[in-house]
Every structure is written in C-alpha cells, then in structure tokens.
C-alpha cells in the first residue's frame, strides 16, 4: 500500500511541473518565437534566389520597336527645312528590330549603378510626293530618294533604394541618355546630273530623373519597372525625354534567367551645328526579349 501511495505521489508531482512549464509559455513568448522566425527567413530569403541581389548582371538581347520619327533640318543663314515624317514622307517601316544591352552594378545594399546600349539602323528608298527641303538641298517631287537614319543610344543611371527589402525595392534614379545620331538624304544617281544629298549628325546628352521598382513575386518570378523625364536646355542643345520600362523575369536556372517587358522612350531634340540645324521628335516603343546572367555575392538586403 505504501508503494502504491509513493507511486501516485511522485506521478502527481511530476504532472504539477509539466503543467507550470506549459503555463510559463506565454502568447507573447510564442510572438517573439514567430518574429525571430520571421526575421531569419528575411535573413536568407535573398540567398535562396540566386537571380536576385547579387553583385553583378548582365542583359543582352532584341528589341522591336514601333516608330514614330519626324525630322526638320534648315541652314543657319535663314533656309528653313521641312517637317518631314520619315514613315510617310520617305518610306521607313515603323516595325523594327535591334539589339540591346545592360550591365548593372549594386554597389552597397542601397546603392547601384546601371548601364544601357541601344542602336537602331534604319534606311528607305522612296519617289517624293511633295517637295522636302532638307539642309542645303531642295528635292523635288517625284524625285527618288535614299535616306537612312541611324541611331545609338547609350544610358548611365544611378539608383538609390528608399525601401530594401527582401522581397521588393523601391527608389530614385538620376542619370543620362546620351544620343548618337545621323541621318540622311541623297537623290539616286541617275535622277540627277550632279550629286545631291545632305546629312546632319549630332550628339546629345539628355539628363533625367525618375522612379524605380523591383520585386521578387516568387521562387523563380521577379518584376522590375521603373520610369524617367526630364525637359533641360545645354548650350546649342535643347532636349526632353520620357522613357519608360516594365519587365517580367523567369528564372531558367541558377543564375541564368529570360525577361520579356515593353520598353518606350520618345525624345524631342532641337540642334545647332556650325552650318545646319535640326530638330529630332522619336518615339518608340515594343516588346522586349533578353537573357539575364548575374553572378558575385549577394548583397545583404535586410539590416541586421
């Protein structure tokens, strides 16, 4: 009996204890175990992706535009040119394709630094439906004409992160479009007893500001958007610019990745050279292909 008593003495006691340990675990202690748990998984949610937040990326591949181009080339001594629409007046096809590439730098958590190449050859043959005067030259109707439009495109923006976080970015970005571009107009040989043509290049650099996203919608799903403007006047130059970008990214695997997006950027340019001057309004926009390689270590995105 006394064994007995001793045995459901000692099974009571301990079932007092275990009771008191379970009470000692409050809601606020089961709080803070979640927080921390939460806190971790911010910790290494960017180091499970390997596309995202590291060092290093680099872009490459096709954009096809539609076009929209009208220019207006005059000489300094009073000859004023004509508006012309380099789409109906002269024959270019809107649709094109072209190549372009990045290169992005994440320099801290915070700050990162972007660059961009764009270039675009265009070229038409077409019978005049009206007269174009077009630098020194007049052209006159029904004449046949060669033109061409080449373009390059070169962009550096640095951005800074107002919100970094793990899982989305958000922030301001400053930089410049700088515009290489020549055009042309020549009329075809045997139309004319004396060579006739005129061209006019020019380089612009064109500042903007503007606002960018970055966002991880999944395991191998991220979205990235940002848009920039900016009207400014420098020396003979006077510019202004809108562009704009939005782009889906699917990781392949590891650290290689595809994008599609739609890009825009429609400048409008106005010139001065030593003996001509011009003025440039381009639009274009359309959907975008690259193939996406990031490499380096992963910068930390959550503030320990």
Do not use: C
């Not at 730098?105 to 660059?115: D, H, N, P, T």
């Not at 061209?199 to 958007?225: H, Q």
């Not at 440039?280 to 959907?287: A, H, Q, R, T």
């Amino acid at each position: 009996m006394k064994k007995l008593f001793y045995f459901l003495t000692a099974s009571l006691l301990g079932l007092t204890s275990n009771a008191q340990t379970v009470a000692e675990i409050t809601p606020t202690d089961t709080l803070t175990v979640i927080q921390n748990q939460n806190k971790i998984e911010q910790d290494t949610y960017s180091e499970d992706l390997p596309w995202h937040a590291r060092r290093f990326k680099v872009s490459a591949g096709s954009f096809f535009p539609v076009n929209n181009t009208q220019i207006q080339v005059g000489t300094n001594n009073g000859k004023i040119g004509t508006t012309i629409d380099l789409e109906d007046d002269l024959g270019f096809t809107k649709s094109s394709a072209s190549f372009l590439g990045t290169f992005d730098w994440r320099i801290s958590r915070r700050s990162r630094l972007g660059f961009e190449y764009f270039s675009l050859d265009r070229s038409s043959s077409k019978t005049l439906q009206r007269e174009i005067n077009f630098g020194e030259n007049t052209y006159e109707v029904n004449a046949r004409v060669t033109a061409f439009f080449n373009v390059q495109i070169a962009r550096i923006a640095y951005g800074y992160a107002f919100l970094s976080k793990p899982k989305y970015e958000a922030g301001l970005l400053i930089g410049a479009h700088v515009l290489f571009a020549d055009l042309g107009l020549r009329v075809d040989a045997k139309q004319a007893v004396a060579e006739v043509h005129d061209n006019f290049n020019f380089t612009a650099p064109l500042p903007d500001i503007g606002i960018w996203g970055e966002f991880v919608l999944g395991k191998r799903f991220g979205l990235y958007a940002n848009v920039n403007y900016l009207a400014l006047k420098i020396d003979t130059i006077d510019g202004r610019i809108l562009s704009y970008n939005l782009s889906l990214l699917y990781n392949v695997y590891k650290n290689f990745s595809l994008t599609a997006g739609y890009t825009g950027l429609n400048f409008k340019v106005e010139d001065i050279e030593k003996h001509l001057n011009g003025s440039l309004k381009w639009g274009y926009n359309g959907p975008t292909l690259t193939a996406v390689y990031t490499f380096g270590h992963h910068v930390k995105l959550y503030k320990h």
